[in-house]
């Protein structure tokens, strides 16, 4: 019996030894809420996955090399691409990753020095909206890339952008859309919030070559958006349980040290 019960355990090592690579992504994702630190909950509904943003709270977008090479990520926000401002599509420039590397977008993309902060905002005040284009709003997206080539890494690499062409590096013009537009759009005015083109912050990066390894991407991921309250009228989320603490209420440990009385007069 010892030995059958060894021969099985064997067995099921064997199987999963023979599981693809390819079942792992290439890049995983995740948003980080950089107003209160922490990671937002990705929750799973309908085959989509779904995060609560806060609105005016800035946000960015943790991408994590999960191989040993390095890998191509063109990042989508609200259906933009985040380096260039073009409407998003899998074959323009994008950010790349070395090996096992992570990095934290955390906003348009200005010049190799800075960036414009993503900000979780209203769905008529987010960038998308703005240059007229808020069908897509809404979404996280990344389409990844394996490299072709070997490549030569250097001592310390810093994380840098894939070179474009210039009809990839050329940002879209578009006409601002009105509210009346967003509003009678049907497939956008359920949505409450977008992400804004925040204040600018110091993010520098550089430029890089990179030739991938096939045409058409090898992981294509959404992480869709928007505020508690819609997430949980669309039953993504549980209404809260249990009386929720208010401001000015008393509370059993306020925290502190005892200090001396008032002296009577």
């Known amino acids: ?29 995740s948003v980080v809420d950089r107003d209160s630190g922490h990671w937002l909950p990705q929750h799973p509904h309908r085959g989509e996955m779904w995060v609560a943003g806060t609105p005016g709270h800035r946000y960015s977008v943790r991408l ?17 691409n985040a380096v260039t401002g073009q409407t998003a599509h899998p074959s323009q420039t994008g950010y790349v990753l070395e090996p096992w590397q992570t990095a934290e ?13 993503f900000v979780f905002t209203d769905l008529g005040d987010s960038y998308a909206a703005r240059t007229g284009r808020p069908r897509n709003v809404g ?4 389409a990844a890339f394996r490299e072709a080539l070997p490549y030569r890494y250097p001592p310390h690499p810093a994380p840098p952008i894939a070179r474009g062409s210039r009809e990839q590096r050329a940002k879209s013009a578009a006409p601002a859309a009105s509210a009346e537009d967003i509003a009678a759009d049907g497939s956008v005015r359920e949505q409450s919030i977008g992400t804004g083109h925040g204040s600018r912050a110091w993010s520098p990066t550089s430029r890089t070559g990179f030739e991938r390894a096939t045409r058409r991407p090898e992981q294509v991921s959404e992480l869709r958006y928007d505020e508690r309250r819609r997430l949980v ?8 349980v ?11 440990f306020p925290g502190g040290f005892v200090a001396d009385p008032p002296r009577r007069r």
């Open 1 to 29: 019996m010892p030995h059958r019960f060894f021969a099985f355990l064997a067995t099921l090592a064997l199987l999963a030894a023979c599981v693809p690579a390819q079942a792992r992504p290439l890049v995983d994702v």
């Open 242 to 252: 249990g009386p929720a603490w208010r401001d000015g209420a008393p509370r059993a």
């Open 233 to 240: 009228a669309m039953g993504i989320l549980p209404h809260r």
């Open 105 to 117: 977008i955390s906003g348009w993309r200005k010049s190799l020095d800075e960036v414009a902060q």
């Open 64 to 80: 994590a090399n999960t191989t040993g090479e390095r890998v191509l990520v063109v990042l989508s926000v609200d259906g933009i």
């Open 139 to 142: 979404v996280i997206g990344v």
